[in-house]
């Protein structure tokens, strides 16, 4: 069964430009949720996209934007590229949810390292 | 809002000595709590979870109870292990699409 992935695992870019990371979710997930973790903090949750719809949102501005296709993959478009963007941008899948399981278990990727110069 | 607490680190032990890592939450309703767990370069492993009060996770040696009375998740371990050094997230989610994480907690262990 292969897991979570994550492209590309690094990337540098500079201030101003646009960004877009991509998420491949574990099999059998419909749900993916993205997050941003900055050196040495927890991570902090941006959106979630389940059925090709954005199902909740973080505190973060518009210009963090998603999408889901039909295989349940996902992408993640940052513009205009702020010095504070740099983290580890994490992407998690969930199964659809189980009555008496645990709400929202999720399963993370590796991350994508954002690098802004 | 609903938030997690967790115990500052960082926290250095030496091999076989037992771990407690503390975590507090707050929230409105009844959470389900998780501990991941971070090795360096990696994302983050589901290591435990629990869904009620009085529900005990466990996986790998480690365990946690989940306490309504005191609304702790406190994770523990009897005899950590070299390979056990990584940085630990407590997190609970109320819903089915939120998550919040405490700051994280990395443990060193030492030969």
Same mark, same amino acid.
């Given at each position: 069964?292969?897991?979570?992935?994550?492209?590309?695992?690094?990337?540098?870019?500079?201030?101003?430009?646009?960004?877009?990371?991509?998420?491949?979710?574990?099999?059998?997930?419909?749900?993916?949720?993205?997050?941003?973790?900055?050196?040495?903090?927890?991570?902090?949750?941006?959106?979630?996209?389940?059925?090709?719809?954005?199902?909740?949102?973080?505190?973060?501005?518009?210009?963090?934007?998603?999408?889901?296709?039909?295989?349940?993959?996902?992408?993640?478009?940052?513009?205009?590229?702020?010095?504070?963007?740099?983290?580890?941008?994490?992407?998690?899948?969930?199964?659809?949810?189980?009555?008496?399981?645990?709400?929202?278990?999720?399963?993370?990727?590796?991350?994508?390292?954002?690098?802004?110069? | 809002?609903?938030?997690?607490? &967790?115990?500052?680190?960082?926290?250095?032990?030496?091999?076989?000595?037992?771990?407690?890592?503390?975590?507090?939450?707050?929230?409105?309703?009844?959470?389900?709590?998780?501990?991941?767990? &971070?090795?360096?370069?990696?994302?983050? &492993?589901?290591?435990?979870?629990?869904?009620?009060?009085?529900?005990?996770?466990?996986?790998?040696?480690?365990?946690?109870?989940?306490?309504?009375?005191?609304?702790?998740?406190?994770?523990?371990?009897?005899?950590? &292990?070299?390979?056990?050094?990584?940085?630990?997230?407590?997190?609970?989610?109320?819903?089915?699409?939120?998550?919040?994480?405490?700051?994280?907690?990395?443990?060193?262990?030492?030969?």
């Amino acid at each position: 069964e292969t897991g979570v992935t994550q492209s590309p695992t690094h990337l540098i870019k500079t201030r101003g430009q646009q960004v877009t990371l991509r998420c491949s979710s574990q099999s059998g997930h419909n749900t993916v949720s993205w997050y941003q973790q900055a050196l040495g903090q927890g991570p902090q949750f941006i959106f979630q996209y389940y059925r090709e719809e954005e199902n909740g949102r973080g505190n973060f501005p518009p210009r963090f934007s998603g999408l889901q296709f039909p295989n349940y993959s996902s992408e993640l478009n940052v513009n205009a590229l702020e010095l504070d963007d740099s983290a580890l941008y994490l992407c998690a899948s969930s199964p659809p949810p189980v009555a008496g399981v645990a709400k929202n278990i999720q399963y993370f990727g590796a991350g994508t390292r954002l690098s802004v110069l | 809002g609903d938030s997690v607490t &967790q115990m500052e680190g960082p926290v250095t032990l030496s091999e076989e000595a037992f771990l407690t890592i503390n975590c507090t939450y707050t929230a409105t309703g009844y959470p389900s709590l998780f501990w991941y767990v &971070q090795y360096p370069g990696e994302g983050l &492993q589901l290591l435990l979870k629990a869904t009620k009060a009085d529900d005990k996770g466990s996986n790998k040696g480690f365990e946690a109870t989940y306490r309504k009375e005191t609304t702790s998740f406190h994770l523990e371990k009897g005899s950590v &292990q070299v390979s056990d050094s990584a940085v630990y997230f407590c997190a609970l989610s109320e819903t089915n699409n939120d998550m919040r994480f405490g700051a994280g907690t990395r443990l060193t262990v030492k030969p």
